[in-house]
């Protein structure tokens, strides 16, 4: 058998796979073992040591980061940890935007985010065929979990180098020499980094490559400063929308309702009348305005007044709920299940509740955007992009050139919870390009933005569940209505992909995405869940912490209506289900302690929610009401956070309050509804998001571990609602069940 670089094997059972010679042959080209070398640019003075980092001879270390810093951090975790295993002086750390390269392919995310159809290929061949692919995604709260310990080997590769190089001149074994602030040491002799930097590039690695020891000089779990904010603070960092090429225009864009939308009619000489147009361009399913300036461009557009025919069915609110309430009485498929569910729910007295979520928006500040310029059969994309080499092949499909005649520049993103593993806009400003023959920037309005997002599909649940005659839960059953979000998003994403289409070909009618994060954590002996696919006729995406928004929505509500039921206090009534997972639990006591909890007595305003994935667990305890109007107001919330090993507890810190906010606003707002297929919410106005002076306070505590690290960027996000619903349970004595949360008649 044939050994991989991946340390799979190539064996009969893996030839045959998926039935067929053909697929077969598939499986064992994508596993066949590659070399990648790294392709960074090296500017004068510095020195490429492996695909993570430069050295220069002035001193100063430039990390590549092949993920999209767009607020979580990743700029900074990723050169932390390459540099404590350097020795580094964090004062001398930089950081860019890493190139295309199969290197840096996330397998990780590809799991997270096509789980529906991707996982029913096995797992040695995605891992290879993600790398042969070049498949670079920043999603799923992967980054350090996918990245970490790559980075890791990097900077302790370097290292060595380094070593090499000075006990080379000092005449040493370069395993007497150690690293510390910059420097080769050995007893008193010092050479800084960049001294060493030419000759260490050229220096060969031993076979074993060991890892820094010592607890003195570490960066590693320190709070260091991060390399974005100084440029994002004076203004000098750059967004795809800060880009200027000589000779360039600008572009805005209007199009169609979702469905079968067609342009009919523009008025073109309205548009003409608008000072600085440059020109109009009509595609079947949008028109776009160039000008001199965004703002004339965009006037163009209201004066173009297009008019689209939709010939596809109306999608409105009652549609989508109609859609949802017929696949709950369709049938489903059993996505995950453990026990004999049917011998304990037969001829038993059930807990049952229904709960539904809406449509819910991205909305990141900024907006959709790239930067396009066609110049002697080449393409240069300026993107605030999270898959890179998707956004480049379908420029690249758009215009008809080919993959290597384009390169993407990735950009710094304004936010993005999602909304950038998309590339309409980039095959959009590749179109325009290619019309106009010069560099265009297109930028999409705020209301553009919104009525064209790829929204976190809505769900609709129906939970079941039996007690014993101790109130413990003896079984539980879920099914849950949603879309095929994970299809969907392969089918967009990397539709063309030959292995994905024999992955179709083996999945299953339902969709591990849609459903992800209703799995219960509990230690419930018999438990069902059932996804229940749902046509709504409205394209959806990947959002911030995906389905497990809406599953654990359902999940700790439902919980908490149990407790009620089994007549015992909230938090025992979930540690009580734990069984042995002592993280969670901690966290569960954490929260209750900090937050003073109460029991969520009767008036007491208290609610409380917990979950687990990506590795990491968090509990949230909230504390609201309702105010005069009968609108929900949350006054606190408190999060107790078990990640693993953290790289920078700042970091971790920002991601859980800033998840803490983005999870009230889904709660309370951040949705559309749907009328004539188009969403209704227009702007900020329209989304009820939180402001400074609504926002409530918050105290979040981190717990020390020596776990493996976790994902943070969407964990604060799941529990928020249930805690908040549970609070305004407790609040009121009514039951919300609907997200976001309304109190209804």
Sequence with gaps: MAETREGSTIDRRTLLIGGGVGAGLLVAWQLWPRDYRPNLTAAPGEHVFNAWLKIGEDGHIAVAVPQT????????????IIA????????????????LNPLYANPMAADELFAGTWSALPEGFRHAHARRSALVLTAGSTS?????????????????????????????????????????????DRLRFGELAAAAAEEELPRDVPRRDGETGRLLGRSLPRLDVPSKVDGSANFAGDIRLPDMVYAAIRQGPVGDTRLVRTDRAAADRVRGVVEVIENPRWVAAAATNWW????????????????????DGASIDAALDAALDGD????????DLGSVFKGAKLVTAAYRAGLAVHAPIETMTATAHLHDGRLELWLPTQAPGLARAAAAATIGVAEHDVTVHPMLAGGSFGANLEHL??????????????PVQLVWSRSEDLLHDRCRPPAAARMSARLDVNGRILGWQAKIAAPRTGRELTERLVGGDAALALARTLAGGGDAYAVAGATPFYAIPNYAIDHHPAAIGVPTGHWRSGAHSTSCFFTECFVDELAHVAGTEALSFR???LGGETRLARCLTTVGSLGGWGGGVPGSGQGIACH??????????????LDEAQRPVVDRLVAAIDCGRMVNPNVVQQQIEGGLIFGLAQALGAATGFTDNLADARGFRDLGLPTLGSAPDILVELIASEADSGGVSELAVPPVAPAIANALQSATGSRIRTLPLRLTA
């Design 612 to 625: 687990s994935f990506r590795g990491s667990h968090i509990a949230v305890l909230a504390e609201a009401h």
């Design 575 to 577: 540690i009580a289900m």
């Design 332 to 339: 489903g498929t059993r996505m995950a299940r453990a026990g």
């Design 425 to 438: 806009a980039a095959e959009q400003a590749a179109l325009l390009t290619a019309r106009l023959r010069r």
């Design 296 to 315: 004339a461009a965009n006037r163009a557009l209201d004066a173009l007044a297009p008019r689209f025919e939709t010939r596809s069915a109306i999608v």
């Design 84 to 99: 404590d295993e350097l020795g580094a002086d964090w004062r001398t750390v930089a950081v860019e935007a890493a190139p």
């Design 144 to 188: 350090i979990r996918m990245f970490g310990d790559m980075a890791g080997e990097a900077g302790a590769a370097a290292r060595v180098l380094l070593c090499k190089a000075a006990g080379r001149r000092w005449k040493v074994d370069w395993l007497a020499c150690g690293t510390a602030a910059g420097f080769v040491v050995h007893g008193g």
């Design 69 to 80: 810093e767009y607020g979580q951090g990743i700029y900074t975790t990723l050169p932390q």
